[in-house]
């Protein structure tokens, strides 16, 4: 199985560093390795800091953290040899970084799958950084390359809900999502699966905005036409899991409006965890979904 | 202490108390004095040498934007258009075919030994090819079973065969992105279109860790070029230097032979604002006499002909979209007043206008909170700066170091293509930044085109296209003005004319030694002036030795 790699974008000040830290101390049983633009004061908060050698940071529960400067395929290769392997990876992007274009390099590096970009706006100060001549076109560069938009500082904002309409024309293909203080579940940015073996099922209830429900197929379903369908749905905001596919078991997994099926190894339990909204979420209209995709016999 | 009296058939020294004169002393390193043998002669003890009777003397020509990679990328095989000298003093004819290029791989790949190993060329251009694309089929040729690859000479593209897409894994069907081609197969072309599509691929056809970072003998090598094209000081605009880098550059030109003093500037790639100033001006008292630390070197924003500069309205020519930031405004800003309150030098790498307005605006706030009257904050390329900029930059005590190269290497596709007729006849306006009182320095950015401070002097003297085309008539300047350029006016811009750029009393003995007048020749062939070899630091080495 590729390691998903998650592409966070956003303008300095928007709160990467913060949703990162976030990520790391609610890590969910999950290996995460950071990678950072550039060397400087570390980003990591230092709790969570167990020791530092060779630019490497290790950080509590099995995550590690490092620079990659102007070498992301060096700092990718050496994350791909470490013993364990990393269960995810995220790059954090620098602030004028388009990271479509870190995803497309990502997507063409082998053992790896970008898995999503994430884009951060500051919900107080996105609208001043977009109508500043120098930055406003890479500003709706980013946004519109979004499959996550995180909406960080809500409570700044004077008029939080024409912030959000704003985003959602600028960033018609992403799934918008306030994070204070970076504040969401890793199951609801990262998508998650049961990894029973560190004792951690995914729990997207803890947190008061989200919901989950759990598919459970009883037989074959068309993998790809799932996956699409649960994209094309705007209430879900992450699914992942297996089925079992035309020609066996396939891992699916769905980011906002990007959907992806692999061929999976046998012996995994069959369901996809889908997770979006409480109060959006219907988990009625998600099993006709699945209806509709199960393989003819 | 010996003194040393060279005698010359004339020596060009860029003092304007006596620009020409017969003889110079030198004595520990240092010009003792220059005028004429009775001049010197009051100094005492000295032994007369006529080894450079015949030849014309000029003050040690500087590069002030070039990167030492040049001379670690012969490590590979040339495939430009030009004919290009390696570091050997070998001339590489231009290849004008694609079968040229196969021919010339094919040679290489028959004397290697390990049947894996990886075949880079680099400096291709098809645009001279009447665009031709160059495809896997076409690499193939040259081995099915070694990964191929060929850089172009943009630094935009590159072409990989059946067997280096292989080993990245690409060769497969499915992709859909515009940088990747697909041929009638539904399979990559071979050619990787942008640096996101092709860095996954790179290191599997040579483009790895080593061949990205600097080493001894490609630093060794630099110092030959600099020997061949007269320079006696040039820049390295741009490396992550590390302690270990520092180390490296230090005892490489420490070296008794070498012959050349590199000013290593510290890029801000891959490390935050404040530890870049502070690491940087930790440097400066690292320095020796051929190693100058304590510089900074910004990257604003792209390239004109990668449509990754960033443009004012009304933008490309074309219609591309505006290009990128390599840097975050605010991160600029932080950068400038944290490098002026620590008096470190700043030189940012400027293409488009857009890019040069913001880095004037930044500097310009930077100023009102920490004044320096002498910052020489400069500008490197700033291409397409208009009149408006540059009397801005003069009055701002900005300097510029133009890429008088490009004219020649890209201006007919800047006509073309990139920015269209009018800002192409003013791109690299070198008269009108004379004109508006900003110190100015001209550049080949060594490996983009090569290195040669003569033929820069010689595209900003006859600004023509390699169509033979004059691009920007009112733009041109004297030969006077194009070698001071090369010479003081670079030295100013690296703060460092109190010790080099001219021939008089107590700066460094350095002297391109050269095999005709630059002031007597045509004009239209200062580039062909014949180059002996260099003076630096007393030391003598000639060119036919190296």
Redesign the interface.
Known sequence: MDIPVTVIGG???AGKTTLVNHLLRHNEGQRLAVLV?????LPIDADLIEAEEDGLVSISGGCVCC????????AL?DLKAMVPRPDHVLIEA???A?PG??A??VG???GLRADAILVLADADQVQANAA?S??S??IDRQLAQADILLLTKPDLACDLAAVTDWLRAKAPRARIIPADHGQVPISAVLGALPLPARGHRPDAGAHGLFASHVLRPDGPVDAQALARALAEDPTITRAKGFVTGPTGPDLIHVVGRRHDVEPAATGHETGVVCIGFKGDLRPEALEALLAECVAPA | MQTTIYSAKKIITMNPNQPVVSHVAVRDGKILGAGSLSDLTGWGPHVVDDRFADKVLMPGLIEGHAHTMEGALWSFTYVGWFDRMDPDGKVWDGVKTVDDVVARLSEIEAGMEDPDAPLLGWGFDPIYMDNVRMTRADLDRVSATRPVGIMHASGHILNVNSRGLEL???LREGHN?P?IPLGPDGLPTGELK?P??F?????HVGMD?AF?AADPQGLRNYGKLCVRAGVTTSSDLGQ?LTDALVDMFLSVTEEETYPVCIVAFRIN????????VAYTAGLKSRSTQRLELGKIKVVADGSIQGFSARLRWPGYYNGA??G????????LAEIYALALKAGVQVHTHTNGD?ATQ?TIDTLEAALRETPDPDHRFTLQHCQLADAAQFRKMGKMGMCANLFANHHYYWGDEHYALTVGPERAERMNATRTALQMGVELAIHSDAPVTPLGPLFTAWGAVNRLTASGRVQGEGEKISVEQALYAITLGAAITMKMDDRIGSIEVGKRADFAVLEDDPYAVAPETLKDVGIWGTVQGGRIFAASDL
């Open positions: 303008y300095l000040g633009n550039e060397f400087g004061e620079a990659y400067g102007s070498d992301l395929i060096g290769d620098s602030g004028v388009l274009a870190i497309t390099t063409l590096v082998q500043n120098y930055l076109d890479t | 990245a894994g690409m992105h940088g942008s996101e599509v860095t996954p691929v790179g290191k860790r990205l992550q790639f891959g490390i935050a604002p404040k530890e870049l979209e505006n990128l930031w390599y840097v975050a405004p605010d991160q857009e913001l």
